[in-house]
């Protein structure tokens, strides 16, 4: 039989469980965001959430009262309100798994603010998941031993007695204190390492977010966007795409943080000469600007895994040149550092066009998700093929002595981008004026060019769009055009006219094994 009085002591444990378990899960997301190298952790996204969310005036008032604390001021704010809530959490699963649920609107909250963050991605979600799946077993781990001794559906004290409900026999309130009490050093402990390593593991990212911001690259210029490659319509993805906004693909997990002194370039193989570069030999040469679409072979038609932004680097046909590729060579096997590969055909990196091995992207150092300190551009072919970040290696060979990460996965060896065509204005499912309406959007054929596009709107006669300016043939080009539709449901149909002539199929092809082929058609309302 249990003493009243441990019973009652026992009360105290409830809230503290939901404390210890909701500092294991921010220790834990805490050391995944770190380990990841996601930009925002959750609770600096809430914390962003929080001064976004905080009218104008009473946030600069704020400011000027409590000056450069600030930031820390939001942040143990946060820290505060979220202990409070995750002590009346605790308190909460003395009765229900309805704590559960508190959690889970913390994770929310989290994700809203993560959400909200400029160019995050479905990966910066992970430690908030991983955060509230700590939660959880945290949490039910430490109420495991209070449950065995506080049967929730005898009030203490009613009738005088207490009538625990089956407890196991060697499960006394000293026994499941005791457990309690292991269970939750273990778990502060751990939550403690834990966090400290998502420092460390944080550390190596900050280092080299800083030698990114000490970068000074002469050579760089700032992008200047063509006169009239901008069309003037709303809606339409800006001409140049902000590096914050450009799609992310890749295969890391960890993104690679390399130092710019630590990083080296060995090119092998098949050469007269082997090469070794540092960062510092390859800014020290000659340097090369252009306007690159790059886009991903997984790109369904209509998708946005596309765009358009301003690199400079140093041209891979001059070292290479250098290198000396011998006789019977066609292919490059490049490695990034995070151990990725791709083959790329040897032509595309040592013809006329603008290969390069850039460092800046629209004007600034590449960002470390896009390849920093180094990566390979080659206009003309799919990232898949060719835009190797991180890039540390890259071997002389031919296709047929090597196979790449993709390429072991079905997709096709020499991934040439497709012509295509998309419609942004209007958005499927807008609703727009009856009238005359406007079209626009985007199409790209890289290292080809684009010499026209047409729309049909409701599956009539296709008609000639008004095209922006190019900046050569490995950018894409804005596109509009206007029809007048009556109220109901309509729908506008895009395709492209490459410089040489060749029209965009309508053929669906799927995107396996070397890019989609299609029209796009999106569906809309006038009224
Ligand atoms: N190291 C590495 N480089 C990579 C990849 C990768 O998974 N790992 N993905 C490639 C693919 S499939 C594409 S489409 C482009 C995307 O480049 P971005 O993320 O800078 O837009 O990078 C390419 N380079
Ligand atoms: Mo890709």
Redesign the pocket.
Known sequence: MVDTREVKQFRGAWPVAGVVAGAAGLATSYFIAGAMSVRTAPVTAVADLVVRLTPGSVAESLIGQVGHADKPLVLTGILVVSALLFAWAGSLSRRSWAPALVFLGLAVVAGIGVALERGSSTSDYVPIAVGFVTWLVALSLLTEPLRAVAPTAVPVGAGGSVDLLEPAPDQSAGHSRRAFLVRSSIIVIGAALVAGAGRVVGAGRRQVEQARSALRLPQVTKPVIPDGAQIGLDGIVSWEVPAAD???????FVKPSIEPANWKLRIHGAVDHEITLTYQELIDRKFTEDWIT????SNPVGGD?V?NAWFSGVRLADILAEAGPQAGADAVLQT?D?G?T?GTPLAALTDDRNAMLAVAMNGEPLRV???FPVRTVVPGL???VS????VVDMEVTKFSKISA??TERGWGEMGPVKIASRVDVPRSGEEVDAGDVDFGGVAWMQHTGISGVEFSVDGGAWQKAEIGAAAGIDSWVQWRGQASVDSGDHKVTVRAIDADGNVQTSAVVDVLPDGATGLQTQHFTAS
């Open positions: 450009f799609y992310l693909i890749d295969t890391a790059l886009n991903c072979v895994l765009g990034s995070d990725w791709c998700e896009h390849g799919y990232g898949y835009a190797c970040k991180w990460f993709w």
